[in-house]
């Protein structure tokens, strides 16, 4: 009876105790804002390479009062922009969300595609050009429910270089995409978000804030010049290579992301707001010169003061308390196969027109018929021609074997066809359900060539696209009250993302999510006197490291050695990957 009582006094108590978490609820804009930054190829050991070279309050904001994740992979082959940004956003791989590639073939077009190209819109903020949307994807995002869980209340912005990278990430109800005119570097949206730009944006181009990123001599920590944004020079003209290869692109993304953060007022409405920023130039110049040159890792210090200072100005508008920071990437990248030979392995650079030219002049040969069989080669993902087979009289499984088998005559190790895809028909393994959560029902008939490790389809730079650790690993860490400080070698995932969000902004997950929350880097629930919001992180209990499978930094007095708890991959069956 007195046990009883005890208990249910106890019950009680840590209810009180639960109200008063750091947890939040979108429903009364705890957090006021939620930023999501996402480094476009961000490859999840530069963390680590260069940590000793941080400095206070840009990335180490996260690593060192922040939950990171270290063991984060996409758990898919097909790690390009597009699919990596909506993964992250829709908490779901491309068999849920939908797109899995950049760009595919589109058979009533009869061209190639873009994965948010839209007929049915126009470009706003420059005269010309097809509009772009979100009407691809297949589930919803984290913006989204956040929107319809607030009756619209809530806001909800993506922004990035490339229109792909803020569109898919911004979601079906986003208030406001943009994106670069990639020759002259305007800031551009769609008229599937406003018909003309709002006045900051439109002040913005006009303030010839562009021109102030010409002529500039990027210099590293040693005063050499690393490259300059001087038009000519025997260079690409267009704004997007010129500068976008530079440090100064993503000075011009963070100028544009704290003119909308101020002016369309973010943080201070009656709901949680979104905003996802999406940082292109390490992208643009880790294709140029790969993971392991002095110039990457220029560009990625130069990020971290960027970052310190774009977080700094949050703190300025808002409070840091009010903010919750999520740092992720889409993909890596593949060492420079010049880089990969010095170390003795296997790699090659494959030229992705001539491998497309081979396997038409094989199946050519094969079929006793001349034609263009496959379409598209992004390798390793090849793009099949219906109309071609269906002259030698081939359905769609038949023709996209007879592919499979002349990429591999070509290079590839093995292949995946769409149909075999469509049916779940792959072997019960890990490759098997990383091909599966590729697959998209989009774009016509194709093959995904399984590439030899360290192998890419370009002749000159590097490429990611690959299932391997280098494409798949990216950093993932978070930054706010909810969060347990500290370095979390368990299993994640991308999609894991946007599941942990939604979960501590009490709202649904995104419709097709499968990722899982992350509940081993919450902190513990503790009731603040005096405070309805929660305490400080100062004021939180101890992690309880051995039940919580915590892993301090190297070096924490409470470093646990071995005691971290293994944590079983999520329980996904190969079913669940066939939806
Ligand atoms: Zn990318």
Not at 244 to 257: H, I, R, V, W
Not at 325 to 343: C, E, F, K, Q
Not at 428 to 457: C, M, Q, R
Request: glycine content about 10%; proline content about 5%; overall charge negative.
């Amino acid at each position: 009876m007195r046990s009883s009582l005890r208990c249910s006094i106890l019950g009680f108590l840590l209810c009180l105790s639960l109200s008063g978490t750091g947890f939040g609820s979108a429903y009364n804009a705890r957090p006021k804002l939620v930023v999501i930054v996402v480094i476009d190829q961000f490859r999840g050991d530069y963390l680590e390479r260069y940590r000793d070279q941080w400095g206070e309050g840009g990335f180490r904001l996260l690593l060192d009062h922040g939950a990171d994740f270290t063991d984060c992979n996409y758990d898919y082959a097909n790690t390009r922009t597009a699919p990596g940004h909506a993964t992250l956003l829709t908490g779901a791989y491309s068999n849920g969300h939908g797109i899995m590639a950049n760009e595919w073939w589109d058979p009533a077009k009869k061209r190639m595609v873009g994965s948010v190209e839209d007929d049915a819109t126009k470009l706003v903020g420059i005269s010309s050009g097809i509009g772009a949307s979100p009407h691809n994807l297949l589930a919803d995002t984290l913006g989204d429910e956040l929107k319809l869980a607030t009756q619209g209340k809530a806001r909800v912005f993506g922004i990035s270089l490339k229109d792909r990278a803020a569109i898919l990430p911004a979601g079906f109800a986003g208030d406001g995409a943009y994106w670069i005119d990639p020759r002259t570097g305007t800031w551009i949206t769609s008229t599937y978000y406003r018909s003309e730009l709002p006045k900051w944006a439109q002040d913005f181009n006009n303030s010839k804030r562009l021109e102030k990123y010409l002529n500039l001599e990027w210099k590293d920590s040693n005063g050499e010049v690393l490259r300059t944004t001087k038009p000519g020079e025997g260079k690409a003209g267009s704004f997007f290579e010129l500068v976008g290869s530079t440090p100064f692109a993503n000075d011009y993304e963070f100028e544009f992301a704290r003119e909308l953060i101020t002016y369309e007022k973010l943080g201070s409405g009656p709901a949680t707001d979104l905003l996802i920023v999406s940082l292109s130039a390490n992208d643009i110049l880790g294709h140029q010169v790969g993971p392991d040159s002095a110039e990457m890792q220029a560009m990625a210090l130069a990020m971290d003061r960027q970052l310190a200072g774009f977080f700094e100005f949050l703190g300025h508008q808002m409070g840091l308390a009010n903010v919750w920071i999520a740092l992720s990437a889409d993909h890596g990248i593949a060492p420079l196969p010049t880089v990969a030979a010095r170390m003795h392995l296997p790699t090659a650079g494959f030229s992705s027109e001539k491998m497309k030219a081979q396997v038409n002049s094989a199946l050519s040969a094969r079929f006793s018929h001349s034609a263009e069989y496959v379409k598209d080669i992004d390798y390793p993902l090849a793009w099949v021609n219906p109309e071609a087979f269906a002259a030698v009289k081939m359905k769609e499984g038949d023709a996209e074997r007879a592919v499979g088998e002349a990429l591999k005559q070509a290079g590839l190790r093995a292949y995946y066809t769409r149909s075999q895809l469509e049916h779940g028909d792959v072997p019960n393994d890990e490759a098997g359900l990383k091909y599966l959560h590729s697959y998209s029902p989009l774009g016509g008939w194709y093959v995904f060539g399984v590439p030899v490790p360290y192998t890419i389809g370009i002749t000159s730079g590097t490429d990611h696209a690959s299932p391997y650790t280098y494409d798949t690993h990216i950093p993932l860490a978070f930054y706010g009250l909810p969060f347990q400080a500290g370095t979390y070698r368990t299993h994640a995932e991308p999609a894991d993302l946007a599941v942990t969000l939604a979960s501590l902004l009490g709202i649904n997950a995104p419709s097709h999510a499968i990722g899982r929350v992350l509940t081993e880097a919450l902190a513990p629930p503790r009731r603040v006197p005096g405070s309805a919001r929660g305490g400080e992180r100062e004021e939180r209990s101890a992690p309880d490291v051995e039940r919580r499978g915590f892993r301090p930094a190297a070096g924490s007095a409470t470093d646990p050695a071995n005691k971290m708890v293994a944590v079983k991959k999520a329980d996904r069956t190969l079913a669940e990957g066939a939806r």
